[in-house]
C-alpha cells in the first residue's frame, strides 16, 4: 500500500451562487496541483447557456441605431452576452423581449418557457423612449467555453439578413480564487491546507461545479491508471 495522510473536505460556506471550501491535510505540493488543476477546468470546461443571436425588428447590422432607444446595436449586444440563463433541454429555444416606452428593459423581461430561466433578471440591456416599441429575438442554447460570434455564424446555415451572432460565454462561473497554507498534523506542519473560493452565476451550486471539475479531471487522469495493471490494482491511502 502507498500510505499518504488522508485529507478530508469541508464546506465552510455556501449559496447560490458562492462556496467556500477546504481541503486538509494535503501532503506538501498537492495544494498547489489539485487548486490549480480544479480552478482552471472550472474556469474553462464547464457546461452551461448562453444567447447565440438576436435579431432586432428594424435593424440590419450591428453598427445600427435603433429608433427610440437610447443604446446603439453595438451596446445592445455587449449587454446581452451578459444574460446567465439555465436551461433544462438540450435544444436550441427561442425567446423574445417585446416592450413600449418608455421603460427600461432588464433581462427580466425575456419571455421564456418553462425549459429556461433567466439568473440575472436585473441586468440592464437598454432604454426605451417615451412613445417608442422595442421588439427582439433571440436564440440560446447549452454549450461549454467561449464562441466567437463568427463562430456561431458558420454553425447556423443561411442566417437571413437582420439576425446578429454574438460571443456566447457558456462557462457559469464568475471567479474562482484558491489559497495554500501550511497545516500541521502531529509533530509535522509542512503539510498543505487548500482553501477554494468559487463564485458561479447560479445556474449552478459551487458544490456541484467543483463535483463536476474533479469528474472532469478523474476522466482524463483514468487512461495514465490504465497503462499498467500494476497501477490499477494499487492500494492508495
Known amino acids: 500500500m502507498i500510505e499518504f495522510e488522508k485529507p478530508n473536505i469541508h464546506k465552510i460556506d455556501e449559496s447560490d451562487n458562492y462556496g467556500k ?31 447565440t443571436s438576436i ?8 453598427f445600427s441605431t435603433v429608433e427610440g ?21 438540450d435544444e436550441e ?5 417585446d416592450v413600449k416606452g418608455p421603460a427600461t428593459v432588464t433581462a427580466g423581461d425575456i419571455q421564456t418557457d418553462a425549459d429556461v430561466e433567466v439568473m440575472n433578471p436585473d441586468l440592464y440591456i437598454c432604454t426605451v423612449a417615451d412613445g417608442a416599441t ?24 443561411d442566417m437571413p439578413i437582420g439576425v ?3 460571443d456566447s460565454i457558456y462557462t457559469p462561473i464568475e471567479r ?18 487548500l482553501t477554494l473560493d468559487v463564485w458561479t452565476d ?19 487522469l483514468a487512461m495514465f491508471v490504465d497503462l499498467t495493471d500494476t497501477a490499477k490494482n494499487a492500494e492508495i491511502m
Open 202 to 220: 447560479s445556474s449552478i451550486s459551487p458544490s456541484e461545479a467543483i463535483s463536476l471539475a474533479a469528474k472532469i479531471l478523474t476522466e482524463h
Open 55 to 62: 435579431q432586432i425588428d428594424g435593424v440590419l447590422h450591428e
Open 134 to 157: 422595442f421588439h427582439m429575438h433571440l436564440t440560446a442554447n447549452k454549450g461549454r467555453g467561449y464562441v466567437s460570434a463568427d463562430e456561431n455564424k458558420t454553425r447556423q446555415d
Open 164 to 166: 446578429l451572432p454574438i
Open 93 to 97: 429555444k427561442g425567446m423574445d423581449i
Open 176 to 193: 474562482v480564487n484558491y489559497q495554500v497554507e501550511n497545516t500541521r498534523v502531529g509533530q509535522r506542519d509542512d503539510y498543505d491546507k
Open 21 to 51: 471550501f477546504v481541503v486538509e491535510p494535503l501532503e506538501r505540493g498537492y495544494g498547489t496541483t489539485l487548486g490549480n488543476s480544479l480552478r482552471r477546468i472550472l474556469l474553462s470546461s464547464l457546461p452551461g447557456a448562453a444567447v
Open 69 to 89: 432607444v437610447v443604446e446603439d446595436v453595438t451596446q445592445i449586444i455587449l449587454n446581452m452576452k451578459k444574460v446567465s440563463l439555465k436551461m433544462a433541454t
